[in-house]
């Protein structure tokens, strides 16, 4: 039977203890899964890059055609009554049914070709533009549904360019380096049916590319059916109505103010996900594997009640170093929190009320990868939560495991608290052991808050470990492997290589014969917002120069090289990673 998304959306669900209570009869929730002997994982710091480039942000289509777009054609909702859904908001969480942040909610809305402009571009290229706007809103996600791009199109969702009183400027485009530009691209590969990431103020522009040779229906390749009109900041934490700048009570304790879990906080991050035609806010934190060597895969753990289809994953926005940069400083905006957009779901279950992610938005530099224990955790340990109350910036909550006859059921442990709570949006964050700072259960639900500094429970992850261990061994990897020096470079042939994957902490490197006078290329296709991969190409192993490389910021690389000898020559090239952690890619080799 379906669960009330309002009583299983985002936040820290609130539950009568009677019903608590009662959880361990409840024949719906598998039983528990038989567990296996303790397994542990240290925590890790994802590799420091000795230098890295800072490439240009890639520009919109209509930047990089050069034309100016003046007046686009628009549509516009009207305002909502913000003032009336905070009061639903509130009354909703007093009632006790449910204690989220709610900070979006949906509306309708229908985009044809028609509503926008095309284009018409020399050699035969188009370019369709349309902008979609809601009064008052602080922010908007759309959601494209039918999307069937044809091969070498591409949709560009972003912000437009606004004046800046403040600044006594006027923005008549945006720098290639403006640390503030946020455009996402989808391509052939995207959809069918997805959500953009935020577009921060009340309109969204929509440019879709067509190019040269490339056959154009006058109808778009995709549906705008819906969008999340955002009436709170889910970081800034700043409404039109009612809501002040702070939303977090003043008992909270500021993680910045506890360097001694300053890696820890690396680790936590708050994501936005839309359900139920809302948008909520949760906090998770990414999960190291157990293997010899770190690889950095982007698990990431949070609450089943948080989310638990892959439509929800897909939604998922992770905000990043949502924290102060000195103890009792002020918290970044939101413009300036790194983002990371959609996710793809490995496994939940509400009996432990887990979800396990890997994220497939390109990371941050800086973050560290939390460790774990699925060993049974004594009562009367110390033990530590970092979480963002009611979507707040980055808290930190002390308190110890205690006898667990409130929770209900053998998956949950119970955790009372010495100094600070949580609240709703602190839901899915981890509870570590002060004595290794080890992950062992993650927040499912109770009564605690500022005046009330009591208990909560969290879902066990002795319990949820054997349905993910198999995961957490390692991530998973391609069958070039190994290939990941010169040395053992893969020998390919002309042909495709399909959904190879490059790490952070394993390059993959090719190798091929090139006869003399002809020309070897190399392209590789992928998806630049999951990551930026570059290539590079050398004569041997022992050349200490690259022959040729190829750099952009786009979603491919084509590199080509010519054998000027007389002889056959064998060439090596490594794909490697310039930013994130993971990344998958398809390459086509050719010699001409």
């Given at each position: 039977?379906?669960?009330?998304?309002?009583?299983?959306?985002?936040g820290r669900i609130v539950l009568p203890l009677c019903f608590a209570t009662a959880l361990a009869g409840v024949p719906a929730w598998a039983q528990e899964p038989e567990l296996d002997a303790p397994a542990e994982a240290e925590g890790a710091a994802a590799p420091v890059r000795a230098f890295k480039?800072?490439?240009?942000?890639?520009?919109?289509?209509?930047?990089?055609?050069?034309?100016?777009?003046?007046?686009?054609?628009?549509?516009?909702?009207?305002?909502?009554?913000?003032?009336?859904?905070?009061?639903?908001?509130?009354m909703e969480r007093r009632q006790g049914r449910v204690k989220v942040l709610h900070y979006g909610i949906g509306r309708e809305v229908r985009l044809s070709a028609g509503d926008g402009h095309w284009y018409d571009l020399a050699g035969g290229a188009r370019l369709w533009v349309g902008e979609v706007?809601?009064?008052?809103?602080?922010?908007?996600?759309?959601?494209?549904?039918?999307?069937?791009?044809?091969?070498?199109?591409?949709?560009?969702?972003?912000?437009?360019?606004?004046?800046?009183?403040?600044?006594?400027?006027?923005?008549?485009?945006?720098?290639?380096?403006?640390?503030?530009?946020?455009?996402?691209?989808?391509?052939?590969?995207?959809?069918?049916?997805?959500?953009?990431?935020?577009?921060?103020?009340?309109?969204?522009?929509?440019?879709?590319?067509?190019?040269?040779?490339?056959?154009?229906?006058?109808?778009?390749?995709?549906?705008?059916?819906?969008?999340?009109?955002?009436?709170?900041?889910?970081?800034?934490?700043?409404?039109?109505?009612?809501?002040?700048?702070?939303?977090?009570?003043?008992?909270?304790?500021?993680?910045?103010?506890?360097?001694?879990?300053?890696?820890?906080?690396?680790?936590?991050?708050?994501?936005?996900?839309?359900?139920?035609?809302?948008?909520?806010?949760?906090?998770?934190?990414?999960?190291?594997?157990?293997?010899?060597?770190?690889?950095?895969?982007?698990?990431?753990?949070?609450?089943?009640?948080?989310?638990?289809?892959?439509?929800?994953?897909?939604?998922?926005?992770?905000?990043?170093?949502?924290?102060?940069?000195?103890?009792?400083?002020?918290?970044?905006?939101?413009?300036?929190?790194?983002?990371?957009?959609?996710?793809?779901?490995?496994?939940?279950?509400?009996?432990?009320?887990?979800?396990?992610?890997?994220?497939?938005?390109?990371?941050?530099?800086?973050?560290?990868?939390?460790?774990?224990?699925?060993?049974?955790?004594?009562?009367?340990?110390?033990?530590?939560?970092?979480?963002?109350?009611?979507?707040?910036?980055?808290?930190?909550?002390?308190?110890?495991?205690?006898?667990?006859?409130?929770?209900?059921?053998?998956?949950?442990?119970?955790?009372?608290?010495?100094?600070?709570?949580?609240?709703?949006?602190?839901?899915?964050?981890?509870?570590?052991?002060?004595?290794?700072?080890?992950?062992?259960?993650?927040?499912?639900?109770?009564?605690?808050?500022?005046?009330?500094?009591?208990?909560?429970?969290?879902?066990?992850?002795?319990?949820?470990?054997?349905?993910?261990?198999?995961?957490?061994?390692?991530?998973?990897?391609?069958?070039?492997?190994?290939?990941?020096?010169?040395?053992?470079?893969?020998?390919?042939?002309?042909g495709t290589l399909a959904n190879r994957i490059v790490k952070v902490t394993d390059s993959d490197w090719y190798k091929i014969g090139v006869p003399p006078g002809k020309t070897v290329k190399v392209t590789l296709d992928f998806d630049h917002s999951r990551g930026d991969i570059d290539v590079s190409?050398?004569?041997?192993?022992?050349?200490?120069?690259?022959?040729?490389?190829?750099?952009?910021?786009?979603?491919?690389?084509?590199?080509?090289?010519?054998?000027?000898?007389?002889?056959?020559?064998?060439?090596?090239?490594?794909?490697?990673?310039?930013?994130?952690?993971?990344?998958?890619?398809?390459?086509?080799?050719?010699?001409?």
């Open positions: 039977m379906a669960r009330d998304p309002r009583q299983r959306f985002l480039e800072v490439k240009p942000v890639r520009p919109t289509p209509s930047e990089e055609l050069g034309i100016d777009l003046v007046r686009v054609p628009q549509i516009r909702l009207d305002a909502l009554d913000v003032d009336r859904i905070l009061q639903q908001d509130e706007a809601a009064t008052d809103a602080l922010g908007l996600r759309l959601h494209l549904s039918d999307v069937r791009l044809p091969a070498g199109a591409e949709i560009a969702v972003y912000a437009p360019a606004e004046s800046d009183p403040a600044r006594g400027v006027v923005k008549s485009g945006w720098s290639r380096f403006d640390p503030e530009r946020s455009v996402e691209f989808y391509t052939a590969g995207a959809g069918p049916d997805l959500w953009t990431g935020t577009v921060s103020g009340d309109r969204a522009r929509i440019e879709y590319f067509v190019p040269a040779g490339v056959a154009a229906s006058e109808e778009l390749p995709f549906r705008l059916d819906n969008l999340q009109h955002l009436y709170l900041d889910p970081v800034a934490q700043t409404a039109k109505s009612l809501v002040g700048t702070k939303m977090a009570g003043n008992c909270h304790n500021d993680v910045t103010c506890h360097p001694e879990w300053a890696d820890i906080a690396k680790a936590v991050s708050g994501i936005g996900i839309v359900s139920g035609g809302r948008s909520g806010f949760c906090t998770g934190q990414l999960l190291n594997v157990n293997a010899k060597k770190p690889d950095f895969t982007p698990y990431f753990l949070t609450a089943n009640h948080c989310l638990d289809s892959g439509g929800e994953a897909q939604s998922t926005e992770f905000y990043w170093f949502y924290q102060t940069p000195a103890c009792g400083g002020t918290p970044p905006s939101f413009n300036s929190v790194p983002r990371s957009s959609g996710a793809t779901l490995l496994s939940t279950s509400p009996q432990s009320d887990f979800t396990l992610l890997m994220v497939e938005g390109a990371l941050p530099d800086g973050l560290f990868w939390s460790g774990w224990t699925s060993a049974q955790v004594a009562n009367g340990t110390p033990a530590t939560a970092i979480h963002h109350p009611s979507a707040d910036f980055k808290r930190i909550s002390f308190g110890e495991k205690t006898e667990n006859s409130i929770c209900g059921s053998n998956s949950l442990l119970r955790i009372d608290w010495t100094d600070a709570p949580t609240e709703p949006g602190s839901s899915g964050s981890g509870i570590f052991r002060n004595s290794d700072k080890k992950l062992f259960g993650q927040l499912f639900f109770g009564e605690s808050r500022c005046g009330l500094e009591t208990w909560d429970c969290y879902g066990a992850f002795a319990s949820t470990f054997p349905r993910i261990k198999n995961l957490l061994r390692g991530g998973s990897d391609d069958k070039s492997e190994q290939n990941d020096a010169c040395n053992r470079a893969r020998a390919v042939k002309q190409l050398k004569n041997s192993c022992k050349a200490r120069n690259v022959a040729v490389a190829a750099d952009s910021a786009t979603d491919g690389e084509v590199l080509t090289f010519k054998n000027q000898g007389r002889k056959a020559a064998m060439v090596f090239w490594q794909v490697f990673l310039a930013s994130d952690t993971r990344n998958n890619y398809n390459m086509t080799v050719t010699i001409q």
